[in-house]
């Protein structure tokens, strides 16, 4: 009988509730594996905080948003002999192998210790952001996406009753897969994302023609938290950072909002969604997406084929080498490799701007 533990590191997200059961479920009603949670991601690992998962410690968390086991953005490098006190306590507690649920700093975590500590891991991709290598979604995007394009939707009205620019700030550090997948689906007018440095003269150009030429006197514009403009006068950077180094963002939708209504004369207000774009019941698309990852994932430790990540490919559920889903940093620890926004989609988002 084999013993699984379980993690969810990084942000939190709609979906991960939904990973969590499937992986106990197939578990124990496939294999007859025992499954151990770790809480708040690898700081569990690192310290001990453990919690048995039964079927009837998962039973009704599949709607739930959030993580049952708590997260972090702990990392172990930070800490002394951090990955050798995980690979001892995996030992510690009998456990043949890690499912972790993650984003591109968790998942880079699992393949240090996959590669350089021999502690068996398989990797299930998550992040609102939609940013890791090797997959075409990931859980909690299509949820993050949802929320976006309703606030979107909301915002239309007031903005037209006011003849108001809306600037709609969205999470997306280094990727644009929200800003633009909600900006299509909710009709905005421009859209910018980090993969693409914005003019701010053209940004405000776009927006005079539209209001002279269309006779329109209100626009919505989406934002990705990264994005940024071509002179690097206007960005959302600070010198904080998380423990993984991270440049912690937030504020470009304030930044850009005065200086549209400054260089136009439109009267414009900013809407910053934040981590609203985490919360709240996770789509359909996600739950099932969890489940998929989940299953797969737990198979894949039954036939000892650890140092893979599930994923999803033209709608089918694949799996890849942890290697191809990540890159080496300057000390040689790997890290995730970050997926940017295919901007081929990109371009069918500007036919509508203006």
Known sequence: MKNIGVLTGGGDCPGLNAAIRAVVRHSIDTYSFNVIGFKRGWAGLLEGLVEPLTKYAVSGILPKGGTILGTSRTNPDKV??????????????????????????????????QIKYDVPCVCVPKTIDNDVACTDFTI??????????????????????????????????????????????????????????FNMDEVCEILKKRHKRRGRSFSIIVAAEGATSDDGAISAKSAKTDPFGNIILGGLGVTLSHEIEKKTGFETRYVI????????????????????????????????????M?????????????????????????????KTLDMEFYETAKVFFG
Do not use: C
């Open 80 to 113: 002394e002999d951090g990955y050798l006190k995980i690979r001892e306590n995996f030992r510690k507690f009998g456990l043949d192998a890690i499912i972790s649920i993650g984003g591109n700093d968790t998942l880079g975590v699992a393949a240090n210790l």
């Open 140 to 197: 909690g995007f299509d949820t993050a996406v949802s929320i976006a394009t309703a606030a979107i939707d909301n915002l239309h009205s007031t903005a037209e009753s006011h003849d108001r620019v809306m600037v709609v700030e969205v999470m997306g550090r280094h990727a644009g897969w929200i800003a633009a997948f909600s900006g299509i689906a909710g009709g905005a007018d421009i859209i910018l994302v980090p993969e693409k440095p």
């Open 273 to 308: 969604l934040g981590h609203t774009q985490r919360g709240g019941t996770p789509t359909p698309v996600d739950r099932i997406l969890a489940t998929r990852f989940g299953v797969r994932a737990v198979d894949l430790v039954a036939r000892g084929e650890t140092g893979k």
């Open 310 to 338: 599930v994923g999803t490919s033209g709608g089918s559920i694949v799996q890849v080498p942890v290697l191809d889903i990540v890159e080496t940093d300057k000390k040689g620890f790997y890290k995730g490799k970050t």
